[in-house]
């Protein structure tokens, strides 16, 4: 396995196993990886010739008062991770490679960046786009592995690549969850006993969402409300944002119709974690 750190290395390989015919599969990560990643980097085996994963944390995607300098970074134990699952490239660029000072162009997918967690997020969105337009340049993959965990950001990774022709496959593949329910995120790292504890009243109110759709409850206020309140039973957990929205426009929806995507962000302490499931 190698580990690349220059766009034009990464650049020239991507061009070389192409010429050869060779499908690259691509993991875009900010490190800190999980068995979600992982879930992501088997997919990506099996279907290509060639794995990439990209490991950088990208500063264009954190607000001012976020956690860009506390979030975890480990590229030995990442790499090792990588070279078990059968990784041939980790691209891990510097930042100032990534954006000189010079630099000024970035991508803004509308309507969809502005939504959910967007609203509390302002810019995160177009940080994202941005990178990820950039890592596919660089990288040059045939497909690109993302999780459904960040349903918002492959909405519109999916729209960006359709919108500007980029000639890759676009692959988002299901949450990975602990026993209890709780989806995996690097940023678990941050939770303390206690609030690992209470974490898993994300996944608890996406069940109750999806058990009161079965039982016939079609209003999107009502599914809210309910779990509002389960939500708001527990010492730690304060809601951002909770959401019933269109799958692709990502509009609310005053009732379950079509597919849906059930969003929600909360705060457990002074952690941001993010859930949501598809209804119809
Ligand atoms: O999901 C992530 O880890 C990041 O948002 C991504 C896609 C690697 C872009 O920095």
Same mark, same amino acid.
């Not at 940023?187 to 939770?191: A, M, P």
């Not at 269109?246 to 426009?249: C, E, F, G, L, V």
């Given at each position: 396995m190698k580990i690349i750190r220059s766009i034009k290395v990464m650049q020239d390989y991507s061009g070389a196993e192409k010429k050869k015919g060779k499908k690259i599969g691509f993991v875009p990560t900010m490190g800190a990886l999980h068995q979600g990643h992982l879930s992501l980097i088997k997919r990506a085996r099996e279907e290509n010739n060639s794995v990439v994963v990209s490991i950088f944390v990208n500063?264009?995607?954190?607000?001012? %008062?976020?956690?860009f300098k506390k979030y975890p970074r480990d590229l030995q134990k990442d790499a090792l991770l990588c070279k078990k699952n059968g990784v041939d490239v980790i691209f891990y660029p510097s930042a100032k490679a990534m954006y000189p000072p010079e630099y000024k162009t970035h991508v803004n997918v509308q309507d969809l960046s502005s939504v959910l967690c967007g609203k509390s997020r302002p810019g995160h969105f177009q940080g994202v786009a941005t990178v990820v337009a950039k890592l596919f340049n660089i990288v040059g993959p045939t497909r690109a592995y993302f999780g459904q965990k960040d349903a918002q950001q492959a909405t519109i990774i999916n729209r960006m690549a359709l919108d500007l022709n980029l000639p890759v496959k676009v692959r988002v593949l299901p949450t990975i969850r602990e026993k209890d329910g709780l989806a995996l995120s690097s940023?678990?790292?941050?939770?303390s006993q206690e609030e690992r504890k209470e974490a898993v009243v994300l996944s608890e109110a996406l069940k109750l969402a999806r058990k009161l759709i079965r039982a016939g409850e079609k209003k999107s206020a009502a599914i809210i409300a309910a779990m509002r309140k389960l939500i708001s039973s527990g010492r730690n957990a304060k809601i951002d944002y909770i959401s019933i929205v269109?799958? %692709?426009?990502l509009k609310p929806v005053p009732n379950i119709s079509g597919k849906c995507l059930i969003a929600l962000a909360v705060w457990i302490g002074k952690t941001r974690l993010i859930d949501n499931t598809y209804a119809s």
């Open positions: 500063p264009a995607q954190f607000g001012p %008062k976020e956690d940023r678990n790292l941050y939770l269109d799958a %692709k426009t």
